[in-house]
């Protein structure tokens, strides 16, 4: 059985910093690209960072969040991290970690076209 559960979120001022963790189980987690989403209420998801498998471990981003965010991963624990800095009360949204089942990649570019979440999420709250 498939499991992803993501930890970290937290309520912080504009400016501040938070690290989100994603712990994963029940599938081979090195072989996976995973996906960074997140969600407002009312609002479609967002998809805001990538990362390929071990293989190449490249990494991508939204134009929102790309020199703010650092997408990684921890393949001998099973873990995919999402640090956030300079944060904004933009950011604010349940965040998801998801497994990619389809990419959409060019020269310069690449991002899931479809991915899976599997966990609740983690509420991200920035504010002052």
């Known amino acids: 059985e498939v499991k992803l559960v993501e930890s970290g979120g937290g309520l912080v001022q504009p400016g501040g910093s938070l690290r989100l963790s994603c712990d994963a189980s029940g599938f081979t987690f090195g072989t996976v690209d995973m996906t960074w989403v997140r969600q407002v209420p009312g609002k479609d998801p967002e998809w805001i960072s990538m990362i390929a498998t071990s293989s190449t471990g490249r990494t991508y981003y939204a134009d929102s969040v790309k020199g703010r965010f650092t997408i990684s991963r921890d393949n001998a624990k099973n873990t995919l991290y999402l640090q956030m800095n300079s944060l904004k009360t933009e950011d604010t949204a349940v965040y998801y970690c998801?497994?990619?089942?389809?990419?959409?990649?060019?020269?310069?570019?690449?991002?899931?076209?479809?991915?899976?979440?599997w966990g609740q999420g983690t509420q991200v709250t920035v504010s002052s």
């Open positions: 998801a497994t990619v089942t389809n990419t959409h990649c060019g020269t310069n570019f690449c991002y899931p076209r479809e991915y899976r979440r």
